[in-house]
C-alpha cells in the first residue's frame, strides 16, 4: 500500500459529533488527497494538500476541514457529522502533481 | 459533477475472454488514468496515458485515448478470475490555458466478474 495507513479503518459516530480521520504516509509525498466513495457516485474529492500547511477545496468539501502540519499526516475532520458524510473515506498520496495516486484501504465511517 | 464515465457499469465474462471497458470524458486533460479495486481495499493505479499518447500496453493490459472523442478504453486480454475487481478511469483536466488542475476526477467506474 505503498506505505500509507489510515486510522481508524472503521468508526459509527452519532450526529453532530465531531470526528476525525488520519492519513499517514511514510513516501515522503508532498501531494495528499482526501476522496470519499459512494454508490452512484464513484469516488470525489474532499480536499487536497500540495505541501505543508498549503491545502485546498475538492468538489465536496462542505461540512470537512483539512490540517497538514507535517509532511507524514493529513488529517481530515468532520465539523458536526451528518448522516450524508456515512460514506467509505480514502487518503491518497502522489509525489508529483496529477502523478499516479497511492490508495490506503480506506476509513469506512457510519454516522447514526 | 463526474467527469469520466465508465460503460458498461457492469460486465460479466467467462476467464480466457477478453474485456473492454470504455471511459468518455468532457474537458481537456492532461492525462487519463485508470485504476482497479478490489472490494474492500483501496484502489491501485494500473495505468497513465498522456493527452499526446494514443495507445499504451502493460502486461495483459491495453489502454486507448481519443482526444478528439474524448474517450479512452481498457482492454484487459485473456481474463483471468483474480482479475474480477471494479475498474475506474480518473482524468486531470486541464484549464484553457491547459495548465493542469493537478487534481484527479474519477467516473464512476464498470464491475468486472471473470467466472472460471
Redesign the interface.
Given at each position: 500500500?505503498a506505505g500509507i495507513t489510515q486510522s481508524p479503518r472503521h468508526k459509527v459516530t452519532e450526529t453532530g459529533t465531531p470526528v476525525t480521520l488520519r492519513c499517514h504516509q511514510t513516501e515522503n509525498h508532498r501531494?495528499m488527497?482526501w476522496?470519499r466513495q459512494d454508490p452512484?457516485?464513484?469516488?470525489?474529492?474532499i480536499h487536497?494538500s500540495?505541501g505543508v500547511k498549503d491545502t485546498d477545496k475538492?468538489?465536496v468539501s462542505d461540512g470537512y476541514s483539512v490540517s497538514r502540519s507535517k509532511t507524514e499526516d493529513f488529517l481530515l475532520t468532520l465539523e458536526s457529522a451528518t448522516s450524508s458524510q456515512t460514506s467509505v473515506y480514502?487518503c491518497?498520496i502522489s509525489e508529483n502533481?496529477?502523478?499516479?495516486?497511492?490508495?490506503?484501504?480506506?476509513t469506512r465511517l457510519t454516522v447514526t | 459533477s463526474q467527469q469520466g464515465e465508465e460503460d458498461p457499469q457492469a460486465l460479466s465474462i467467462q476467464e480466457g475472454e477478453n474485456a473492454t471497458m470504455n471511459c468518455s470524458y468532457k474537458t481537456s486533460i492532461n492525462n487519463l488514468q485508470w485504476y482497479r479495486q478490489n472490494s474492500g481495499r483501496g484502489l491501485v493505479h494500473l495505468i497513465l496515458i498522456r493527452s499526446n499518447e494514443r495507445e499504451k500496453h502493460s502486461g495483459r493490459l491495453r489502454v486507448t485515448l481519443d482526444t478528439s472523442k474524448k474517450s479512452s478504453s481498457l482492454l484487459i486480454t485473456a481474463s483471468r478470475a483474480a482479475d474480477t475487481a471494479s475498474y475506474f478511469c480518473a482524468t486531470d483536466a486541464t484549464n484553457a490555458g491547459g495548465t493542469s488542475y493537478g487534481k484527479l476526477t474519477f467516473g464512476q467506474g464498470t464491475i468486472l466478474t471473470v467466472h472460471p
Open positions: 500500500d501531494y488527497y476522496y452512484g457516485h464513484g469516488l470525489r474529492l487536497y500540495y475538492g468538489e480514502f491518497a502533481r496529477a502523478a499516479s495516486l497511492h490508495f490506503g484501504n480506506g | -
